[in-house]
């Protein structure tokens, strides 16, 4: 019996033995977590974060939307606090639509506290992320950049970078209105990544709403005008610009080929250049009007004065023949203009001499950017008169031997349309200063009446019209420089021209740059003049004369 007793008392002893080993082991274990965790806690995080400003909008002159700011969700992540991260790559890859194989190496960097995994996703997709309650994945809402019109302008309106500052085009030149002021937003986590609190240190101010002077409607028309003659001609490129003569504000400005303003990088460089401030080229026959003009105000000439013209020219080592029949003979200043006589233009820029023809180049606005309201704008290239050489006169009098861009052009006819009075070009809508005078009323409305000249009877573009409307301009057909001559493949046509021709209200250029199977500013560009008038006038509600 006792024997019994005693055996049960050493199981009971050893019971209460193991009972305190235990409970003193678990003691230890709470006392290690308990230190641990203290460990991470101390170990918060601070992160100062950028809170980007919503950008302000870009509107047309009606008020339509070209460039909203939108929510999205940017996706981020903290590698160290991520246990599985092959297991997170696999469920993340398919919501953030990048290569599982890229999201490993990001997330296998335990070292690293905070990584970019997708910037600036639909709200939707970046909603799906934060429903899947990841630790050590975070996200944060952002505003991107879109373009309801998606094609429209958007070499115009330019593109916006992860920073949510402009790159191009407007979003570049206008940054400063429409981007606002971002904020700081300062986030304290402990060492498990939870926020214990946010401060915002510095809010965020939205950027202001521009107002363009373009018109949706016409833009959207000159740009499908512009495709009907990327299909016909497959050129290099080819732009158009829509101006009011009066003011200098630009309604409409077109580049083919079209690229997605949504999704810019699927286009080629090429592409995504505004031909019509960063496009240089020599003029040809455009060109013509300043000479004559400039020999007008002199008064070298007479619109009705009669130069025997003869079939070439020799100007010191340059022949200069005539491009169209008729050019030559006894032919009157109007006729030369009207026929675009390169022979009787260089003979009237030759009685300029080079330092009046000079003058006058300069005072169209040549040689020098036009102050539109759009990042990097050419200025164009012209010989000082000590540089020339012995034909440089003939040739420039003619447009060759100097280069200029669409929108010097346009400005430069904006005197001739305006009475005398050159307009600076501008985009953004807004109080502008007077334009210049830079020739007389009476210069201006004769230079006018010959370009009327230009598409009647004998001129060069007879078959550009309006019924009801008198159109005024020049056709222009230059020969491209290549390798110190000419090619004899490509070429600049081009047209210039205004409406109603005695009261100018709209002013269209058009260029294309190379065109295959036609190679005339009569042909090729004039007509697309005429698609544009045929819309722009009426939409405007411009009354015929």
């Known amino acids: 019996m006792r024997l019994v007793e005693r055996r049960i008392g050493l199981l009971f002893a050893l019971f209460l033995f193991l009972l305190a080993a235990a409970a003193l082991r678990a003691s230890w274990i709470g006392t290690v977590k308990a230190g641990s965790l203290g460990a991470r806690a101390a170990q918060q995080q601070v992160e100062d974060m950028v809170v980007p400003a919503r950008r302000g909008t870009i509107l047309d002159r009606r008020g339509m939307e070209l460039a909203v700011s939108e929510d999205a969700v940017t996706v981020f992540a903290h590698p160290f606090l991520i246990d599985d991260p092959a297991r997170v790559s696999a469920r993340l890859a398919p919501l953030l639509g990048v290569p599982a194989d890229d999201l490993l190496k990001k997330l296998s960097d335990r070292k690293s506290t905070f990584v970019y995994l997708r910037h600036k996703m639909d709200a939707s997709a970046g909603h799906r992320i934060e429903e899947l309650g990841i630790e050590g994945i975070d996200t944060v809402v952002e505003p991107k950049r879109s373009y309801p019109q998606g094609y429209l302008a ?26 606002g002021h971002d904020g700081r937003r300062r986030v304290v986590k402990d060492a498990l990544g939870q926020p214990v609190s946010l401060v915002e240190t510095d809010r965020a101010e939205s950027g202001d709403d521009i107002r363009l002077t373009l018109d949706a409607a016409i ?65 040809g026959s455009t060109f013509k009007a300043f000479t004559v003009a400039g020999a007008l105000q002199e008064k070298l000439i007479t619109p009705d004065t009669v130069l025997q013209v003869p079939s ?26 009207a026929r675009s006589s390169n022979v009787g233009s260089a003979m009237i820029g030759l009685k300029l ?6 003058r006058w180049v300069r005072s169209f606005g040549f040689s020098k950017p036009t102050g539109v309201d759009l990042p990097g704008e050419q200025q164009g290239i012209v010989l000082d008169p000590k540089h020339y050489s012995g034909s440089s006169l003939g040739n420039m009098s003619i447009g060759q031997g100097l280069s200029v861009t669409p929108i010097q052009m346009a400005a430069g006819f904006t005197a001739i349309a305006d009475g005398g009075i050159r307009h600076e070009p501008y985009i953004v809508a807004g109080d502008r200063e007077p334009g210049r005078r830079v020739v007389s009323r009476k210069t201006a409305d004769e230079v006018s009446k010959m370009l009327e000249g230009v598409l009647a009877a ?41 409406a109603p021709a005695r009261n100018p209200r709209l002013l269209v250029s058009v260029m294309v740059d190379e065109p295959r199977g036609d190679i005339y500013g009569g042909t090729v560009a004039a007509p697309a003049f005429e698609r544009i008038m045929e819309f722009a006038l009426p939409y405007l509600k411009i009354p015929p004369e």
């Open 353 to 358: 001499g080079p330092t009046r023809f000079d």
């Open 154 to 179: 958007s070499q115009v309106l330019g593109t916006v970078g992860d920073a949510n500052s402009g790159l191009a085009g407007l979003e570049y030149s206008q940054q400063d209105t429409l981007g």
């Open 219 to 283: 833009q959207e028309r000159v740009e499908a005008v512009l495709g009907e003659v990327g299909q016909t001609y497959q050129p290099a490129g080819a732009t158009a610009v829509v101006m009011d003569p009066r003011s200098g504000a630009i309604l409409a400005l077109a580049n083919w080929p079209r690229v997605d303003a949504n999704d810019p990088g699927s286009a080629p460089d090429y592409a995504r250049q505004d031909r019509a401030i960063q496009f240089n080229y020599e003029p």
């Open 458 to 498: 004998g001129g060069t573009a007879t078959e550009a019209s309006v019924p009801g409307y008198t159109l005024a301009g020049k056709t222009g057909t230059a020969e491209k420089p290549e390798n110190g001559t000419y090619s004899k493949t490509d070429f600049v046509a081009s047209f210039i021209g205004y």
């Open 312 to 337: 070439e020219l020799q100007v010191a080592d340059r022949t200069i023949g005539e491009a169209h029949e008729e050019g030559n003979g006894p032919l009157t200043v109007a006729q030369i203009l």
